[in-house]
């Protein structure tokens, strides 16, 4: 007995499917195959010419594919939601089983030709042709997917904490505003369902409808524009690119630190000013060609950390200059003397102010010229100096006319010049190391002061460009934009 409830329920179920089934074939067949007037999917469905199909068009960002910054192109992934009344697929559902609705394959009814106006896609419109449901009064709903490649045109001033304002320009392309007319369900276009992207973040989606007239048309077109607001996520860059090249520039400040003996002072700066500008070539590739009026203000901050390197190069060679002058042992002039000791040393505080080096008198001169002819070891070779020869040559009593003694007299004379010739000598080897002294001092000076003033700068050139790259400079239209 069960057995026989089972197979008439599975005959009775199969026999209503089949009903069902041709319920629906036989709707399709009436409302497409229409005897007297056939549907035709190529002709706007309204039963008076005069009549706007009025059509309501939503799109719902899914996820931001890629956004190729160089090209200014943008690839997003989207569900289009399209909803309009088709005034030859009514029926009244008592006659067919009480069907309410059916899915037919799209191409087979009228759709509206709503175009991405700023695409770029060169692979065509990549309809998926996916079915539409048909309601029993009309209302047609065509539900899908799209992939869209559009052009967003980059203003990098901020990068990279700039927010991107792309535009998606949707509207018919035959139809004008008396045939079709796009009406958005809200002008605040839905972002619940969106995905976050690794690099960028949807804030929010205004929609603004506008009328456009094309040169081509007398009357003008609806257009639908959806304003996508996004914003860079900047963490990537500050680890990667803002911080690396803080610390090289921050690398240029140890040249002045770094003793002038070492002799690596200018291979240490020419190594980061190499190290900056490789950085910056690296970086400028992954960003577009832009403009005067939107270059980025971080490349402004390369280029001037650059520049504050290229003169830290030049500031330690004329400082390496200034410390070997100690070998041509010239006098200091007395401004130079007075800028770095009076002015450069007290605002450091590197030293005390310097003292000047006594001058040395003329005689040195003359010294050197008496000097010429003789060497001391010479001259007590030929004196024959021995003390038993000066007692014997005393001993007469009479030493008037003496050849020794004259010869001594003479000697000694010489003698006594040579030593002042010594002294002489010992002075200006004295007065030479205090000229090298007071170079070496001054390069000390001009090194500490030129620390502390790329240091300052290096610290302050950073700040400032990371307030104006956030927007801390900018005037309210700017912000409120």
Known sequence: MAAYFLVMSTVLLLSTIDNVDCDIRNLVKHLMEDEDQPYKSYIRPVKDENTTKIISYEMLPKNLITFDEVKQQIRLRVWLRQHWDDEFLTWNPADFNNTNEIRIPSTKVWRPDIVLYNSVDTDGTNDPQLPVTV???????YNTPYIFVFYCKVDLTF?????????MSFGSW??????????????FGDTDQYQDNGEWNLHKMPITPKETLFSC???????????LNLE?????YIYNLILPYVLISVMSLLAFYLPPESGEKMSLSITVLLSLIVFNQLVFQTIPRVSAESFPILGKYFICMIGM??????????????YHREHACIPMPEFLRWIVFSVMARVV?????????????TEWKGYQAEKDGFELEELMDDLDFKPESILMSTKGGNNDGSPRIDRMERHMTRISKFTEYLAARKRKKDKDQEIAKEWRDASAVIDRTLLLSFALITLCLP???LLAARGFFSSEDNVDH
Do not use: W
């Open 463 to 465: 700040t400032f460009f």
């Open 217 to 227: 048309c007398e009357k003008p077109f609806k257009i639908l524009m959806f304003h």
């Open 135 to 141: 309601l029993s009064n009309g209302t047609v709903a």
């Open 309 to 322: 390197v290229s003169m830290s190069v030049t500031m330690s060679v004329l400082n390496l200059h200034v």
């Open 232 to 236: 860079r996520k900047p963490d990537f």
């Open 174 to 187: 035959a139809h004008d505003i008396t045939q079709v007319n796009l009406i958005p369900p809200s002008l």
């Open 159 to 167: 990068y990279p904490f700039d927010i991107q304002y792309c535009n």
């Open 349 to 361: 505080g590197k030293c005390k102010p310097h003292q000047v080096p006594p001058a040395l008198t």
